[in-house]
């Protein structure tokens, strides 16, 4: 196969391209290479013809997905020993998210690789393979967490369902003891061409073989329980360690637990999005943790020592004479222990002086005594 040049380079972008870049570069540059322009030009065909095979792999996301994760083009399994434009890392979604180290220990006896973890950020892209089977898709579900779970940390099962890799032929389609053979209906290319029309006129494509998903190769008798696809539905339950401090919007990655790729193809991932119930007691807002704690006039006058409840149980709290209502008092480290550290955010205490608007008599007599003072 000739396609050892990188689509990104041919149509002139940069990886991070969206669609409507691509869709316009690949409109200029199909335009000006047109065969009915530059009429026996062999080099504006074969460029034509190259401007047409980027744009068929990067106008389709999952095509483009493979390509930015293999450096091949989809179907293109023939040697590439150095033509990995990616070679060397180059992550194509490079910057976004953070990737945090869990040690792996701890988490061993889940029998899950736990590897990272991130807010809002995009998802890092998984170590590059060489090319062969497509990876299976990555999959996405929701957790809903408890106040206190998302706080100090728990563990939970999760139950998908999704594709998973058939068990009786371990993922590549033959009934056991079959011979793998030629495909028929690509005669072992791996790829199938075809002629489409397109707003150019007649353009030929080519796409990775529907039979053989790309490899060339069939099984002779195709696995009864898979039908030859090497996957099939199950239901997987996933154990997951949450760890402290996540918060609604946090997402978890459990890496090889997404779909099944097909024909024994890699496992996508599993990202599980997180939903935090509110607190009663506690508004949270980050790691800190803020409440609102009432006191009396003469209490707040005088000064005096009250009850908090926090994350961590009752401590108390002195205030000092003389506090005016609204005043707010930290409680330094008695927030929400930060995802993987042994840091903890603040607890805010806004202290608020309540004025009494009945009165016993004897306060009645009490407050008229200050009042006539005060003159
Ligand atoms: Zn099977
Ligand atoms: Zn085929």
């Avoid at 689509?7 to 065969?35: F, T």
């Avoid at 953070?98 to 988490?107: E, R, T, Y």
């Avoid at 955010?345 to 202290?351: A, L, N, T, Y």
């Amino acid at each position: 196969m000739a396609n050892q040049k990188n689509p990104y380079e041919i149509l002139g972008v940069p990886k991070n391209a969206s669609e409507q870049d691509i869709k316009r570069a690949y409109r200029k540059l199909a335009l000006e290479h047109h065969p009915d322009k530059n009429k026996g030009n062999k080099e504006s065909e074969a460029k034509f013809k190259e401007i047409n095979e980027a744009n068929e792999v990067l106008s389709d996301s999952k095509k483009r997905a493979y390509y930015d994760q293999t450096g091949a083009m989809p179907g293109d399994h023939g040697g590439h020993g150095g033509g990995n434009p990616f070679a060397g890392g180059g992550n194509p979604f490079g910057g976004g998210g953070f990737d945090v180290d869990f040690g792996g220990g701890g988490f061993g006896d889940l029998g899950d690789v736990f590897e990272s973890f991130f807010n809002g950020g995009q998802r890092a892209s998984s170590k590059r393979k060489k090319a062969g089977p497509y990876r299976g898709n990555d999959m996405e579900t929701t957790i809903k967490l408890k106040f206190d779970e998302a706080v100090f940390g728990t563990e939970k099962e999760l139950v998908i369902t999704k594709l998973d890799r058939c068990e009786k032929c371990n993922g590549n389609g033959a009934e056991p003891e079959s011979k793998i053979i030629t495909c028929k209906t690509c005669n072992g290319t791996g790829e199938l061409r075809a002629i489409r029309q397109t707003m150019f006129g007649q353009v030929a494509t080519q796409r990775p073989c529907d039979m053989c998903e790309g490899r060339g190769k069939v099984p002779e008798r195709t696995c009864t329980h898979c039908q030859g696809t090497g996957r099939h539905k199950k239901t997987d339950s996933v154990k997951i360690k949450i760890p402290t401090g996540v918060d609604t919007g946090s997402t978890l990655k459990v890496t090889g637990r997404g779909e099944a790729g097909p024909l024994g193809g890699e496992n996508g991932d599993l990202y599980v999005q997180i939903i935090v119930e509110k607190s009663k007691e506690f508004l949270r807002d980050g790691y800190d943790i803020y409440t609102e704690k009432e006191i009396s006039v003469p209490q707040a006058v005088l000064g005096c020592e009250i009850p908090i409840k926090t994350l961590y149980g009752e401590i108390k709290l002195r205030i000092p004479s003389g506090t005016p209502s609204g005043k707010m008092f930290k409680l330094k480290d008695y927030g929400v222990q930060k995802i993987n550290s042994s840091d903890r955010g603040d607890h805010m205490v806004k202290v608020t002086v309540a004025i009494p608007s009945k009165l016993s008599r004897k306060e009645q007599e009490l407050y008229e005594a200050l009042l006539k003072e005060k003159k």
